[in-house]
Structures are given as structure tokens and as C-alpha cells.
């Protein structure tokens, strides 16, 4: 009897492993995809998302900008900055992260024109 259930408990342990190795290569071949799909750009995106500690989505939400519109950007970081300066009673902390918000929407704006600049010289076929 303890022979047989050690038989089954082993084959359910068999299966399920598979089942996940199985998910886990799907998963890796996906990212994969996806990050080939996101090419250079996202890799430079993703750097800038790791060293600001801020993803190009938070900071579109802090600063309140839907598109990357440097005027847009402007004027929600410049409101947005003086109505949380400590001295009319603002908070540091949302002030500091208005600020990284605007260092990061800077970044990836500076990355889109950088990746501009390199299409219109690519020879044309």
C-alpha cells in the first residue's frame, strides 16, 4: 500500500514539474519577444526607468500629462512645484518626487529625439 502511494506521489510530482518548466519556458520565450519587440529604445527606457526608480507611467501620472508634451510638461512641473514648496506650506517628499517625475519625462524625451535624430540618418532604400 505505502509502495503505491509513494508511486502516485512521485508521478503527480513528475507532472507538475513538467507543467512548470513547461510555463516557465513559455514565459521566458515571451519576454523575449517582447523585448525584442521593444528594440533598442526600450532597453534605453528601461535604463532610465531603473536609475531615476521611476517608470515612464508614474511619472506621466505625478506630473499629470497623458503625451509627451515638453509645454505640458513644463507647466504641470512649474505649478506642481510651487504649490508643494515647503515655504507655502507644500510637502518636500511630493515636491522631490515632482521633480524626479519631471528628470524622468526629460530622459525619455531626450531619448525620443536622440532616436529621431538617428532615423532621419539612416539612408533611405
Known amino acids: 500500500m505505502a509502495k503505491y502511494l509513494a508511486q502516485i506521489i512521485v508521478m503527480g510530482v513528475q ?3 513538467r507543467a512548470f518548466a513547461r ?7 515571451a519576454s523575449r519577444a517582447a523585448a525584442d519587440a521593444r528594440g533598442r529604445a526600450g532597453h534605453q527606457s528601461a535604463a532610465a526607468s531603473s536609475l531615476s526608480g521611476l517608470s ?9 500629462v497623458s503625451k509627451l508634451s515638453p509645454e505640458e510638461i513644463q ?9 508643494n514648496d515647503k515655504s507655502v506650506g507644500g510637502s518636500f517628499y ?4 515632482v521633480v524626479r517625475a519631471w528628470e524622468r519625462l526629460q530622459e525619455e524625451l531626450r531619448i ?4 529621431d535624430r538617428e532615423k532621419e540618418q539612416m ?3
Open 23 to 29: 510555463a516557465l519556458r513559455q514565459e521566458f520565450a
Open 15 to 17: 507532472v507538475v514539474g
Open 56 to 64: 515612464l507611467q508614474e511619472a506621466q501620472q505625478i506630473l499629470n
Open 75 to 83: 507647466k504641470n512641473y512649474e505649478h506642481l512645484f510651487k504649490v
Open 123 to 125: 539612408p533611405k532604400t
Open 94 to 97: 511630493l515636491q522631490s518626487k
Open 112 to 115: 525620443q529625439a536622440q532616436e
